[in-house]
């Protein structure tokens, strides 16, 4: 194994073990003041935020204008990471740029960051998949996108259940249907939500939300962009057999 993916691969179980922990004390506590908060919120609310949700990640994943060309086949390990990490930078710039725009609009504008950030951060996802040689057409992956944007904003229990799928993702993917799903929507947005709620909310008060927009849309931006690394290491690490 060359150098950089001994180094790829010892980041990889560094982060693996970091995705296997218990819940901790404080992630318990602000997961039952959240899911306290979830309980006062009316259901036909609930039922609204999953709506919207659901049809929003839905567009991306039956669309097609979120296809990318892929690499040649020949193009080795180090050389595809590069490019994932150049365009990594790229959308957290942009996302940057987006959130501070939108910050600074008070809350009106803040409410108008959520589609627009789940868009850019959709579009990062497809193309870093392609980066890595995976087809995109192929409906599987882009459930695999969504399993992986899942693991980047949820609470460690549900991380805890989510890395066991990604691990083992070959054998569960034979599972999957080629067409439609039955993706459980309401944990998904659930999930995201809790965990936008706390990094995003200062972004919805007039004159210091610029500011929080800019620097929380780039910061879960690059949380979301080296999750996606550390999972698809996983996957080409799997095909060589290294995780045996």
């Known amino acids: 194994m060359l150098l950089y993916e001994e180094i790829a691969f010892y980041e990889m179980n560094a982060w693996l073990q970091k995705m296997k922990k218990n819940p901790s004390l404080?992630?318990?506590?602000?997961?039952?003041?959240?899911?306290?908060?979830?309980?006062?919120?009316?259901?036909?609310?609930?039922?609204?935020?999953?709506?919207?949700?659901?049809?929003?990640?839905?567009?991306v994943l039956f669309g097609s204008s979120f296809i990318n060309a892929t690499l040649p086949d020949e193009v080795i390990f180090k050389k595809r990471e590069e490019k994932v990490k150049s365009k990594i930078k790229w959308y957290k710039s942009t996302a940057s740029v987006e959130g501070a725009i939108t910050g600074a609009g008070g809350i009106l504008m803040g409410f108008a960051d959520f589609p627009a950030f789940l868009s850019i951060k959709m579009k990062m996802m497809f193309e870093l998949a392609s980066l890595y040689g995976h087809d995109v057409k192929d409906f599987r992956e882009r459930l695999y996108i969504l399993h992986v944007f899942q693991l980047a904003f949820c609470s460690q229990k549900k991380r805890n259940e989510l890395i066991a799928i990604i691990e083992n993702w070959e054998n569960h993917k034979e599972t999957l249907p080629v067409k439609g799903d039955g993706f459980d929507w309401r944990s998904f947005q659930i999930e995201y939500r809790d965990y936008m709620d706390l990094a995003k909310l200062a972004q919805l008060i007039p004159v210091i939300g610029a500011g929080v927009g800019a620097v929380a849309n780039w910061q879960l931006s690059d949380h979301l962009g080296k999750t996606a690394i550390q999972c698809y290491r996983l996957r080409y690490f799997a095909r060589k057999g290294m995780l045996e």
């Open 26 to 59: 404080a992630n318990r506590m602000a997961k039952g003041v959240q899911h306290r908060i979830n309980n006062i919120i009316p259901e036909k609310v609930h039922q609204a935020i999953t709506f919207a949700i659901e049809k929003m990640v839905k567009g």
